[in-house]
């Protein structure tokens, strides 16, 4: 088992990281700004709290401005071009730019950014509402580092691969492969009238994975992936249903989430943010897993056809 803090065990973290999602879900409920429960935050919580020395938790400025960059970009998208391949191009292109020339290691910022085109979301409140979520994860890392002895003992072989895939991609020879899947995702959300099949978390997933090939740590478990996210879907859904949007259904919803990583035994932290879109969403069925499992499905198959071709692309771009 891993250790995060100091001497705390990591069930113990993940137990905090429910508790964040309960204050941020109370706060958006009481500020009538249900966007302040960014569903993006359920990873950038997890991941902050359980690995205080890992990517995320070491940039705490680029964790307030990444998303918040992205989200104005998205609303603005969203307020002027209508849901289309294009919007959606414009929106994720100048995401994993903004995060190349940031050097930034938030890839969930493209999920900020992406959000408001696939909701219709046009608020000009939602890219500061952002900022309470990512703010208090900000405050928390920067207090970490200041006040708490760094850890003696060396990362482990799981935080070195975690760290790199949350890292910015040093070189873009797999961009390519992320417009042909955008292409894909988004013809195939039109064709079924489905906008979430294009869920904004899949993205960021699909983002790390084409990204880093290489060390991709579920890359050899494609359908622990799949299941991963049609079960964190079908608990965001169920809790919604049977709990509300409040504090209790969020926090549910993220428990029933770390659950299922750990059951599958598989780190994938954007994982945990499918669980709460149906929190933010106009009106949540369960369509909304029928088309994770969809889109989830279509990434993966892509990712496994660039994991087979990767070394040689890779290769030739060095």
Known sequence: MRRVWIGTPSWLAECAAVLYIGVIAAVARLSGHAYVLFPELAALGHDVLKRP????????LMLVITPLLTAVIGTLLARHLPYGLLAVLLDVGFAVLAIALLKSPIAPAISAGLLPLVLGVRSWWYPPSLLIGTGLLAGI????????????????????????????PGQLAWLPLLVLFLV???????????????????????????????????????????????????????????????PLGAMCSLLAGVIVLRVLDLHVPPALAVGLLPFVMPHPS?????????????????????RRFAPRVLARAR
């Open 286 to 306: 369960a369509r909304y897993v029928a088309a994770v499992l969809l889109g989830t499905g279509l990434q993966t198959g892509m990712f496994l056809l660039w």
């Open 53 to 60: 020395a890992g990517a995320w938790a070491r940039a705490p």
């Open 141 to 168: 890392a920067a207090l970490r580092t200041r006040f708490a002895p760094a850890p003696a003992a060396a990362p482990s072989r799981e935080d070195r691969v975690d760290d790199e895939v949350e890292s910015a």
């Open 184 to 246: 894909a995702a988004v013809s195939l959300s039109q064709f079924t009238g489905w906008r979430l099949v294009l869920f904004p978390p899949l993205v960021v997933i699909g983002f790390e994975a084409f990204a880093h090939a290489e060390v991709c740590p579920w890359a050899p478990r494609p359908l622990a992936l799949l299941l991963a996210c049609g079960l964190t879907a079908a608990a965001g859904l169920a809790s919604v249903a049977l709990l509300g949007a409040g």
